[in-house]
């Protein structure tokens, strides 16, 4: 696809449950970054990757937070545990290079916790 | 940390009249770039701004680049229905990689026909 993807588009769950968040981003960006976006706000940083590395993870929320990636491709945001608090819009995003290039973003997956 | 604030939060205007949004950042910027993202949608790249003073247009928008690079503006001029949505500008700061960017928290620009 031209775009980037993202999976699942709605994910609703209970509290306590896992979840797994999914990214394909553009063939050949070598960076990807994921942030949150609760309803009517902006966007939140939570962490970028460069290549398979993630050098900072503290915009990660919480523990309960992880994100990987793999062959500098697909990338998963993981959710442990979940709570009500976080529901919300999870967006990935990937641009050529890290740095002051455009990003090009996913339609987001929407994840609601009951 | 690094913060990006724009005013105003919401913005409603008739349909025809211009609108404004600014976006000031605590710390001098390498560049600025600017997202909207539609109601339901999300964010889509607009413009990038990277010298001192610079002024950029694309049609009926009208983006700036403050002097000490640490303020950005966008004007729409006679804002037709299609401009609704919520705008974002993203601040780099110097030497950051994706850490570096932070977005401001958003116009929301609502139209009345």
């Known amino acids: 696809g031209a775009g980037v993807s993202q999976s699942p588009s709605n994910k609703v769950t209970e509290k306590g449950k896992d979840v797994e968040l999914r990214c394909d981003p553009i063939s050949g960006h070598t960076a990807l970054y994921w942030y949150r976006q609760r309803l009517g706000q902006g966007l939140e940083f939570l962490i970028y990757f460069q290549g398979n590395s993630a050098p900072d993870k503290s915009g990660l929320p919480s523990d309960r937070f992880s994100a990987e990636r793999t062959g500098e491709s697909v990338s998963t945001l993981t959710i442990q545990r979940t709570q009500q608090e976080d529901s919300a819009v999870y967006l990935c995003?990937?641009?050529?290079?890290?740095?002051?290039?455009?990003?090009?973003f996913g339609p987001g997956t929407r994840l609601t916790v009951l | 940390g690094q913060q990006v604030m724009q005013i105003p939060q919401y913005q409603h205007v008739q349909e025809g009249e211009d609108f404004t949004t600014y976006c000031n950042s605590s710390?001098?910027?390498?560049?600025i770039q600017w997202y909207k993202q539609r109601p339901g949608g999300h964010p889509v790249f607009l413009i990038q701004l990277v010298k001192s003073g610079e002024v950029k247009k694309q049609k009926r928008l009208t983006f700036q680049f403050g002097e000490a690079k640490k303020n950005s503006s966008l004007h729409i001029t006679a804002t037709q229905t299609t401009d609704v949505g919520t705008y974002f500008c993203a601040g780099h700061r110097w030497g950051g990689g994706a850490d570096g960017l932070t977005f401001g928290k958003g116009t929301h620009l609502i139209i009345q026909p």
């Open positions: 995003a990937s641009s050529k290079r890290v740095g002051d290039n455009e990003q090009f």
């Open positions: 710390t001098t910027l390498s560049n």
